[in-house]
C-alpha cells in the first residue's frame, strides 16, 4: 500500500496523472478502467489538458466501464457512461471501439455481466483502475457486505449511496440498483489508483486505511493489493495517523 498526500487537490490530481501515464506505459495495449464521479474528476481535466497540449500519447489505451446504474445508458444525463463521455472520452477523442463499457439498459443483466468478463479476459485482465470511495466505504458499486469473492454483478444500492449520488442528476432518480465490477475483479487488476479528497471524506478515509479490513467497508479489501495507490489531499488525509502511512508526499 502506498499513500501519497498532498496539500491540494489540484496537486494530487496532477500527480496522479505523472503516475497514471507512467504505469499506462508499460504496457504494449493497456486497458484502464475509470471511475465516474467528482473524486477523479481533478485527474479527468488533467489528463484532457495533457491531451489537447500533446504531451502524451493514448492511442493505444483501452477503457473499460467500471459501473452503471441499471436502467440507464450514454443518452441519460447522469449516468457514468453520460459522465465518463463528457468528462473525459469525447474531450480526449476516444474512439468507440477503444471503450467497453455496462449497458444499463441491457434485457438480460446476467448476460451483460458475462459479457464484460469475456472481455476483461480477452484482455488478459485489467491493467490500471481509477477509482473514487463512497461516504459508507463502498468502491465502483460495491456496497457494504459485498463479499471479497465476488466478480462482476448486479447490486442493490445502498440508501447513502442513492441519496449522495442525485448530485449527478438534473432530477431525482430511481437508483436502487446497479451492475459493477466486482472486488474479485479490482483485486486481480495490475495497479489501483483511488483518489479521496475533502473534508467531508476524512472519516472515511480514516477507516478505509486505518481501520479493520471488513466487507462492512469495501474498499479495506484492497488494502492487502499488491500495487494500491491511495492520493490524497490534506483535507481527506486530516484524521490520518502519520505512523500509520508507509509513503506521504507533501
Avoid at 51 to 59: G, L, V
Wanted: glycine content about 6%; overall charge negative; hydrophobic content about 35%.
Amino acid at each position: 500500500m502506498k499513500i501519497i498526500i498532498k496539500d491540494t487537490y489540484e496537486a494530487i490530481s496532477k500527480q496522479t496523472a505523472d503516475e497514471l501515464i507512467e504505469t499506462m506505459s508499460m504496457y504494449e495495449k493497456p486497458l484502464l478502467s475509470p471511475a465516474s464521479g467528482s473524486s477523479p474528476l481533478g485527474l479527468y481535466n488533467e489528463l484532457v489538458e495533457r491531451h489537447q497540449q500533446k504531451k502524451f500519447d493514448h492511442s493505444n489505451w483501452l477503457f473499460l466501464g467500471l459501473d452503471e446504474w441499471v436502467g440507464m445508458s450514454a443518452e441519460t444525463e447522469g449516468s457514468c457512461r453520460y459522465r465518463m463521455n463528457h468528462d473525459l472520452f469525447f474531450p480526449m477523442n476516444v474512439p468507440e471501439q477503444s471503450i467497453c463499457f455496462f449497458n444499463g439498459n441491457a434485457e438480460n443483466l446476467s448476460e451483460e455481466c458475462d459479457r464484460i468478463e469475456k472481455y476483461i479476459k480477452q484482455q488478459k485482465g485489467i491493467d490500471v483502475v481509477i477509482l473514487g470511495v463512497g461516504m459508507n466505504g463502498h468502491v465502483g458499486l460495491n456496497e457494504p457486505g459485498t463479499p471479497a469473492s465476488m466478480r462482476t454483478h448486479v447490486t442493490a444500492v445502498d440508501p447513502i449511496t442513492q441519496t449522495v449520488a442525485q448530485k449527478y442528476f438534473p432530477e431525482h432518480k430511481q437508483l436502487s440498483q446497479g451492475i459493477t465490477l466486482g472486488i474479485a475483479n479490482l483485486l486481480e487488476a495490475k495497479h489501483l489508483f483511488i483518489l479521496i479528497n475533502g473534508a467531508h471524506k476524512a472519516e472515511i478515509t480514516k477507516r478505509v486505511i486505518e481501520g479493520e479490513i471488513s466487507e462492512q467497508i469495501p474498499t479495506t479489501l484492497l488494502r492487502n493489493h499488491k500495487d494500491v495507490r491511495f492520493f490524497l489531499d490534506a483535507d481527506a488525509a486530516r484524521l490520518l495517523n502519520t505512523q500509520s502511512l508507509h509513503h506521504i508526499e507533501s
